[in-house]
């Protein structure tokens, strides 16, 4: 054993040891990833110690070759797990699987604000197929309990308030062109057969409620393949979106995610990114539960890890909760009606961190 394995492993030790027999308060889940033939004695070091601070689960990103074995580590050390996989961003697919902007460009060619923007088209037969046979796969893994599906959305069509400045860009007056899908003319020729509108002589695309709740649509049924896939292999289905779903998840990305047959969604309610205080948590979670009907809320929580130079750190992507921040945001989202709490990223957890979420947790 190296030694951050051992003091992995002690600091396991130390919370068992200080909490033992007591059981968490609430459902607590983090997202965490792990590279390529990853150390699996460091895995199980790692989920040792997430469980000793009380999560009932992780949400790992991992290399299908890999899935197996950190998926029976996580089930041996009694927590459940949930294959986070990225959906419809992907590089090097079939040049007419990209998603088309209003500008009549393709996501492949021309991605909006990062390289890797190369969006999907939800719409297109082929890549239906090709999402639900990917998440099948990872459904079949004996150890994995529940497919995440992580950006399974349309690119932001407008971006978090706390990201403009980032890249320069002003939303006010609505989407960005060159990042509003899809345009291409399967999706534009289905939406005039549908509701007679040609959608590229419209003014304003934005101006036409049709045309949005038509992209959601796209979206909807997707999900609705992939649950139904998964589900008949007696798996469940839990998805990372945006909050809302109608205050931002359906104008920036185009979720409609409380119509989707999910067993758990996972909104990421990162208050940072949209210039909100801890205190957010509380308001944007009652929608939230209020929308998701009976299917968990899980509220997802975005940690500072250099939270005591926050104030000098530009970057939005940077900020997060500071420790005296976790209370507010956990007793915030589950006094309002959430099932449990995310972390993005139990590595972002300074010792601060911990000690404020140990005292909610155990
Ligand atoms: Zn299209």
Redesign the pocket.
């Known amino acids: 054993m190296d030694m951050r394995r051992i003091m992995l492993a002690l600091a396991a030790l130390l919370v068992l040891a200080s909490c033992a027999e007591k059981k968490p308060s609430f459902p607590l889940y983090g997202w965490d990833s792990v590279g390529k033939n990853p150390d699996l004695e460091e895995v199980r070091a790692k989920f040792q110690n997430y469980k000793a601070h009380g999560f009932t689960g992780i949400c790992v990103q991992a290399d299908l070759a890999d899935i197996p074995a950190v998926a029976k580590i996580a089930h041996e050390e009694g927590l459940e797990y949930h294959a986070w996989k990225p959906c419809m961003l992907q590089s090097g697919k079939p040049h007419e699987w990209y ?2 902007n209003r500008l009549g460009q393709r996501a492949d060619e021309f991605p909006a604000y990062v390289q890797y923007y190369q969006a999907l ?1 939800p ?2 037969p082929e890549v239906q197929d090709y999402i639900v046979s990917m998440l099948t796969e990872i459904a079949a893994v004996p150890d994995v309990d529940y497919v995440q599906l992580d950006y399974i959305r349309y690119a932001d069509a407008i971006l978090a308030r706390g990201l403009w400045e980032k890249y320069g860009l002003d939303f006010s007056n609505g989407p960005y062109p060159a990042a509003d899908y ?1 345009y ?1 003319d ?2 534009v020729a289905e939406f005039k057969e549908l509701t007679g509108i040609d959608i590229l002589a419209a003014e304003d695309p934005q101006a036409v409620p049709e045309w949005t709740a038509f992209r959601c649509g796209k979206i909807t049924q997707l999900v609705t393949k992939v649950c139904d896939a998964v589900h008949a292999m007696g798996k469940k289905v839990s998805a990372d979106v945006f909050p809302g779903p109608d205050s931002h998840a359906v104008p920036m990305v185009r979720q409609q995610w409380d119509q989707w047959p999910l067993d758990m969604v996972f909104p990421m309610n990162y208050n940072d990114f949209y210039l909100q205080p801890a205190e957010w948590l509380a308001e944007i979670t009652e929608e939230e539960v209020k929308a998701s009907g009976d299917m968990p809320v899980i509220s997802g929580l975005f940690i500072c890890r250099e939270w005591q130079r926050k104030s000098e750190i530009k970057d939005p992507e940077g900020h997060g909760l500071l420790p005296s921040e976790i209370a507010t945001a956990v007793k915030g989202s589950l006094d309002a009606g959430a099932a449990g709490i995310c972390l993005f990223t139990p590595g972002s957890m300074t010792p601060e961190h911990w000690a404020e979420l140990d005292k909610l947790v155990l």
């Open positions: 998603t088309v088209d719409a297109n899809c291409c399967r999706c």
